[in-house]
């Protein structure tokens, strides 16, 4: 029997007469242990997703980074934080602070301070969780912190206590900054190990391409596209879309193919593919 199990027993059985192993004090005062936890976790859960909501406002992080789960409006998300937050106002102690959380969806010259804030606010919720790191250094990169983005996934890239898909993520954004600061050839080497560990994931495909193409390797170049064609074709998305429209004549020139080989290429991205 569970721990949870435990106490649930003993509360319904001094609600029966039955025992009364601990007085109707320390049953409430558990049970607000319980909710004041239950609703700090429900409340990090909320700002990582408002996190993610502002994110989305960045410039061109469309073309970058393809989300598992598009967020919800951020007003949407808000208000959940707010009933939540109204909620645990007469536990002991109160409810966390988290007003300075965004409140609707932020323009785009403002979505980076707003994802600062959230990260602020959900460190103080859940302390340097994965997540929490993962989103620091997404942050720092956006924010042009490109050093300090790369110590902080690298740190998470040579963790060995990783599940396979924190793991991904921690590789696949490492290559993109690796990549961004010009240190290709290591990017190219994680963005390989981003993909052993989901091969299906365009976003590998799309580190080796640019990675490939900028090192002058045309084979592991034309074999990341040929891939990422594929997996449009099985399962089309907007995210990759917008990637090949974006990318494609810039990483094919740097290879020197010839025009009419480069709009071959660009003819890949066509269709009406679902968004991401």
Known sequence: MTETSTWLGEALGYLRGEG?????????AELQER????GR???????????KACLSEVPDVTERIAMADVP???????????TMRRGMDGLPGGAPDVSSVTRSTPAEDAALVDMRTCLDVLTSLEGRTVRQQLASGLWLAYAGKLAEAEGVLRHLHERSDLDDRAAFYAAWNLSFVL?????????????ESAL???PEHTGAYMNIATAAAR????SRFRWAMD?????QRRDPTAFTQRWWVTFTETHAKLLGFEHSEIESLLAVATGDPDDT
Do not use: H
């Not at 009364?20 to 409430?28: A, D, H, I, K, V």
């Not at 976790?41 to 996190?51: C, G, N, Q, S, T």
């Not at 891939?227 to 997996?231: D, F, G, K, N, V």
């Open 215 to 218: 090192l002058g390797n045309e």
């Open 72 to 82: 919800r409006p951020a007003e949407v998300i808000w208000s959940e934080v707010d």
């Open 41 to 51: 976790r429900r409340l990090a859960d909320l700002v990582y997703e408002m996190l």
């Open 20 to 28: 009364r192993g601990r007085t109707p004090e320390q049953l409430r």
């Open 227 to 231: 891939e990422l064609a594929a997996l």
């Open 179 to 191: 990549i961004t600061r010009a240190k290709d050839a290591e990017g190219l080497s994680v963005a």
């Open 35 to 38: 909710f004041q936890d239950a």
């Open 196 to 198: 052993a560990l989901a």
